[in-house]
């Protein structure tokens, strides 16, 4: 799937506590809409260096933080 972006969830300290899929804004090409694919508003998450490739078989997950991958995005984007 493409046309997201992948997105961090910080504590307070700056550590990843999570990993989401956002769609992109509406009418562009990059940058995160307002919620991501399980419905978590996305204010406060900082988009992953890493972004999918869109490459068939690939994951959007990136790997170091594959334990931290929302199951609710994975379900949406095609990955659980």
Not at 28 to 38: E, I, L, N, V
Request: proline share 12%; charged share 15%.
């Amino acid at each position: 799937m493409s046309g997201f972006v992948v997105v961090y969830e910080l504590d307070p300290g700056g550590s990843v506590t999570g990993v989401h899929a956002a769609p992109h804004a509406p009418g562009a090409d990059s940058g995160r809409g307002p919620r991501t694919m399980c419905g978590r508003d996305t204010f406060a998450m900082e988009p992953a260096a890493r972004q999918p490739s869109g490459n068939p078989g690939s994951s959007w997950c990136p790997p170091e933080h594959a334990n931290l991958q929302c199951p609710g995005c994975a379900a949406v984007v095609g990955e659980d």
